[in-house]
């Protein structure tokens, strides 16, 4: 840290670690007293571009289908109405930890690979996680992204079969969209599509789609799903797969049975992208031990935090790293305060985060109908088209992006706890 600055170092570039950084430069850090030194916000990504991941499981399927600039923007320009020396952005990957000396090991993600190490005066870990196809995250460059959506149109233009594993909601929207890429969308009178070109198998690996949401909206799914030639199987799980002579894949299920297919996709749930950190930080499955009330990660001194799909708290979705933003940015903002004040911690209860547990959740299926819910109340196909069917949510990626999602500083009453 160069002598009068006080680095907030966000790690990851994406929904939780944007909004950590938009909240803390619009509502806290301005307020914060100068004398202390000067408060940065140093935003670490493998890459400089932010990638909205929820548009994947359509915009992997081609420019066409949703061209890039609506799903890949240059982080910068999302940080260009603050002062230039208010944030600065390193293009690299968090390696190591060293709490005790507060410094983050960082490696750049350029042909150099060389590695730096970056002094916090606090931390924000939003490293988020990795579904099981590269094609659902970027864990690095933007390059990789690409390469891995090229790679997976080549093999779906050739496809004849094709297996998905995981009755979530990308396994739903994934199979909705090759469904109707592949064999259209079914005639006026009829319940099948008049083109079959692949057989494509949905395997839910339990007893029924969307298991969070009521049955009723699994079926609806699943009714939407046959309609595209997509067919569902429920109570088995497949346990590995390996590569045939031929090159297709070869997939063996939990009953010992196996299939040969052209593809398979694993959508059956994400990683924490938590290596790099100390054993003793994460939990047994790789979330950060992280303070599922405050965000703040108690085990690694002050000002630790966790946010997002990292940390652990709330349900690994950007609705609930809507809420989890104002909660764990204002407890960063007030540990600032109480420590430019010499105290060592905020005077007054902390700023609890609550995970809105109401039926919610929003499921395209090809691209005119679809399932879901919002806050218990079961949504119309229409709804759920014209929610996030049309555009997969890009039109809502500015905000992110620009943080104008968080323009507002959101109110909160302290929590007699
Ligand atoms: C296919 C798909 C569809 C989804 N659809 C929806 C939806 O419709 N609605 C919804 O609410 N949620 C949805 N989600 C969930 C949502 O996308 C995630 O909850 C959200 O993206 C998590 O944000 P995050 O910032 O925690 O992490 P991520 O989005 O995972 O981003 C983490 C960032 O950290 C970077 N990073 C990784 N490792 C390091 C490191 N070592 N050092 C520095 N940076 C690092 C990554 O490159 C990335 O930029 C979907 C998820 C998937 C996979």
Same mark, same amino acid.
């Given at each position: 840290?160069?002598?009068?600055?006080?680095?907030?170092?966000?790690?990851?570039?994406?929904?939780?670690?944007?909004?950590?950084?938009?909240?803390?430069?619009?509502?806290?850090?301005?307020?914060?007293?100068?004398?202390?030194?000067?408060?940065?916000?140093?935003?670490?990504?493998?890459?400089?571009?932010? &990638?909205?991941?929820?548009?994947?499981?359509?915009?992997?399927?081609?420019?066409?289908?949703?061209? #890039?600039?609506?799903?890949?923007? $240059?982080?910068?320009?999302? &940080?260009?109405?603050?002062?230039?020396?208010?944030?600065?952005?390193?293009?690299?990957?968090?390696?190591?930890?060293?709490?005790?000396?507060?410094?983050?090991?960082?490696?750049?993600?350029?042909?150099?690979?060389?590695?730096?190490?970056?002094?916090?005066?606090?931390?924000?870990?939003?490293?988020?996680?990795?579904?099981?196809?590269?094609?659902?995250?970027? #864990?690095?460059?933007?390059?990789?992204?690409?390469?891995? &959506?090229?790679?997976?149109?080549? /093999?779906?233009? $050739?496809?004849?079969?094709?297996?998905?594993?995981?009755?979530?909601?990308?396994?739903?929207?994934?199979?909705?969209?090759?469904?109707?890429?592949?064999?259209?969308?079914?005639?006026?009178?009829? #319940?099948?599509?008049?083109?079959?070109?692949?057989?494509?198998?949905?395997?839910?690996?339990?007893?029924?789609?969307?298991?969070?949401?009521?049955?009723?909206?699994?079926?609806?799914?699943?009714?939407?799903?046959?309609?595209?030639?997509?067919?569902?199987?429920?109570?088995?799980? &497949?346990?590995?797969?390996?590569?045939?002579?031929?090159?297709?894949?070869?997939?063996?299920?939990?009953?010992?049975?196996?299939?040969?297919?052209?593809?398979?996709?694993?959508?059956?749930?994400?990683?924490?992208?938590?290596?790099?950190?100390?054993?003793?930080?994460? $939990?047994?499955?790789?979330?950060?031990?992280?303070?599922?009330?405050?965000? /703040?990660?108690?085990?690694?001194?002050?000002?630790?935090?966790?946010?997002?799909?990292?940390?652990?708290?709330?349900?690994?979705?950007?609705?609930?790293?809507?809420?989890?933003?104002?909660?764990?940015?204002?407890?960063?903002?007030?540990?600032?305060?109480?420590?430019?004040?010499?105290?060592?911690?905020?005077?007054?209860?902390?700023?609890?985060?609550?995970?809105?547990?109401?039926?919610?959740?929003?499921?395209?299926?090809?691209?005119?109908?679809?399932?879901?819910?919002?806050?218990?109340?079961?949504?119309?196909?229409?709804?759920?088209?014209?929610?996030?069917?049309?555009?997969?949510?890009?039109?809502?990626?500015?905000?992110?992006?620009?943080?104008?999602?968080?323009?507002?500083?959101?109110?909160?009453?302290?929590?007699?706890?």
């Amino acid at each position: 840290m160069a002598s009068g600055e006080l680095n907030i170092v966000v790690l990851g570039g994406s929904a939780a670690g944007l909004g950590v950084s938009h909240y803390l430069l619009k509502h806290y850090i301005p307020k914060l007293p100068k004398d202390n030194g000067r408060y940065k916000i140093i935003l670490v990504n493998p890459s400089e571009k932010f &990638f909205f991941r929820i548009a994947s499981p359509r915009a992997s399927l081609g420019e066409k289908h949703i061209p #890039s600039e609506k799903y890949l923007f $240059d982080l910068k320009e999302g &940080f260009k109405e603050y002062p230039p020396d208010s944030i600065d952005f390193v293009k690299g990957k968090a390696i190591s930890l060293e709490y005790e000396s507060c410094t983050v090991t960082v490696q750049a993600t350029d042909r150099s690979n060389t590695t730096s190490q970056i002094p916090y005066y606090a931390l924000v870990i939003a490293t988020g996680s990795r579904a099981q196809e590269s094609w659902y995250h970027q #864990s690095g460059t933007t390059e990789e992204v690409k390469a891995s &959506f090229a790679d997976y149109q080549n /093999r779906v233009k $050739d496809a004849k079969s094709v297996i998905i594993s995981g009755g979530g909601p990308v396994g739903v929207e994934t199979a909705g969209e090759l469904g109707e890429l592949k064999n259209g969308s079914p005639g006026w009178f009829s #319940s099948t599509p008049a083109h079959k070109t692949t057989d494509i198998t949905l395997y839910s690996g339990g007893e029924r789609l969307l298991p969070t949401l009521r049955p009723a909206i699994g079926q609806t799914a699943e009714l939407f799903l046959r309609r595209l030639g997509v067919d569902v199987v429920h109570g088995l799980r &497949f346990t590995s797969t390996s590569k045939a002579a031929n090159g297709k894949t070869v997939v063996t299920f939990s009953d010992g049975s196996t299939k040969e297919v052209d593809i398979f996709i694993n959508a059956t749930g994400v990683t924490p992208n938590s290596e790099w950190l100390p054993s003793e930080l994460r $939990d047994a499955k790789g979330f950060v031990k992280t303070n599922k009330q405050t965000h /703040r990660v108690d085990d690694a001194g002050p000002r630790v935090y966790a946010v997002g799909d990292v940390s652990g708290v709330g349900n690994r979705t950007a609705m609930c790293i809507n809420d989890a933003v104002p909660a764990a940015s204002t407890n960063i903002g007030r540990d600032l305060e109480a420590a430019a004040k010499g105290l060592a911690k905020p005077e007054g209860p902390d700023r609890i985060f609550k995970l809105n547990e109401k039926e919610t959740m929003v499921v395209p299926v090809g691209k005119s109908k679809g399932v879901g819910a919002y806050n218990g109340t079961r949504l119309p196909s229409f709804a759920v088209w014209l929610i996030k069917g049309r555009d997969y949510l890009t039109s809502l990626a500015g905000g992110t992006l620009d943080g104008s999602s968080f323009k507002k500083e959101s109110k909160w009453t302290p929590d007699v706890v």
